[in-house]
């Protein structure tokens, strides 16, 4: 038998490990950034959790993105490609919301800047909606400032 005639659903819950934490762990293939990619509908690389939800709940809304509601509830997880949420195939674990709720449950989740910094009042502004790290900004100011003094030597 083909796997293409094997109907979608028994596929993806071929490939599906239920998990302690209730994620439904994927052990298909996976991207580097860490989301699982399945043959859905004829079409090849579709991402995980939109198959999912249309197997499992329906259509994906208009507008709307699929958002893995697991990783906005779990306070251990840093996300990024190594993040296990990404590879979570529990329909009820996945949720329609807009892009604009996604980049904020995602941003939520960010405590440290990129070079390791706590993002706490005190260490962090806010410029375009976006947050930035004040330790980074003077480190960054200061470097200009010695390479701009440097050149006038």
């Known amino acids: 038998m083909r796997a293409r005639d094997i109907p979608a659903r028994d596929r993806l819950l071929a490939k599906l490990v239920p998990q302690p934490n209730g994620c439904w762990h994927w052990t298909g293939f996976v991207e580097r950034n860490g989301y699982g990619r399945v043959g859905y509908k004829g079409r090849r690389g579709t991402p995980l959790h939109q198959a999912v939800y249309d197997c499992f709940i329906g259509p994906v809304p208009e507008g709307m993105e699929i958002d893995h509601a697991c990783h906005s509830r779990s306070k251990d997880c840093r996300g990024g490609p190594t993040c296990l949420h990404r590879r979570c195939g529990n329909p009820d674990h996945l949720e329609a ?57």
């Open 97 to 153: 919301v807009t892009q604009a709720e996604n980049a904020r449950r995602a941003a939520a989740l960010v405590t440290h800047c990129p070079r390791g910094h706590e993002y706490t009042a005190e260490n962090t502004y806010v410029r375009g909606g976006r947050r930035f790290c004040r330790r980074c900004n003077l480190a960054a100011t200061r470097a200009l400032k010695a390479r701009k003094k440097a050149g006038r030597s």
